[in-house]
């Protein structure tokens, strides 16, 4: 339906907006357009940490997951029939660790395993910490002062496979085990598309 072929990125994007625009003017159907950046994200966290830059990937890997359970809470509750605006206090009316908990016992889900969560607090403290510029003194001749810079190194190199488990989550309790499939129809469409591009 689109030319891909010799387009940048930004030229491709714009494309593809304006066919939605254009598509969403059909009568019969209602279209929302999310944009997703967890995936970029990620890569961008793990290139941070590649680089040794912790703080940037503190605050990437946080971003990552507020993006995450923003995106959890508004597909449940979409399904089941809140409005956006509802959701949209939901989502700003309770911290993060409250919806990782109290947001997700109310929309009858189940709570991700305590051990993630507990990492993903002291993620977002960290976050804050340095956002907000809330440091705690190091102590240069304390060495459980110093163990700080070790706790955001294991924290650092927990975080891929938090979220692996966190995208396991999703894929279980929302798309109902879907997303191996999703992912695979997708691949194949690119396919088509890069084989037509090159007729």
């Not at 993006?67 to 409005?83: C, L, M, V």
């Amino acid at each position: 339906m689109l030319d891909v072929a010799n387009k940048t990125d930004r030229e491709l994007q714009r494309a593809v907006f304006d066919y939605i625009a254009v598509w969403g003017k059909e009568p019969v159907l209602t279209t929302h357009l999310n944009l997703n950046y967890t995936n970029e994200l990620f890569d961008e966290a793990l290139d941070a940490v590649e680089r040794e830059n912790g703080l940037l990937a503190i605050i990437l890997y946080a971003t990552w997951c507020e993006h995450w359970i923003n995106g959890i809470i508004t597909s449940i509750a979409r399904r089941q029939g809140q409005s956006d605006p509802t959701i949209k206090r939901l989502i700003r009316k309770h911290n993060l660790y409250q919806k990782y908990t109290e947001v997700l016992d109310g929309l009858r889900i189940p709570r991700f395993d305590e051990s993630i969560r507990e990492a993903l607090r002291t993620l977002a403290k960290h976050r804050n910490d340095f956002v907000h510029y809330k440091w705690e003194p190091l102590i240069v001749d304390d060495l459980a002062s110093l163990k700080w810079f070790e706790e955001i190194d294991q924290l650092l190199a927990s975080m891929p496979a938090h979220i692996k488990a966190l995208k396991d989550y999703e894929n279980h309790h929302v798309y109902f085990g879907v997303i191996p499939h999703i992912d695979r129809l997708f691949e194949r469409l690119a396919e088509q598309l890069v084989q037509q591009t090159q007729k």
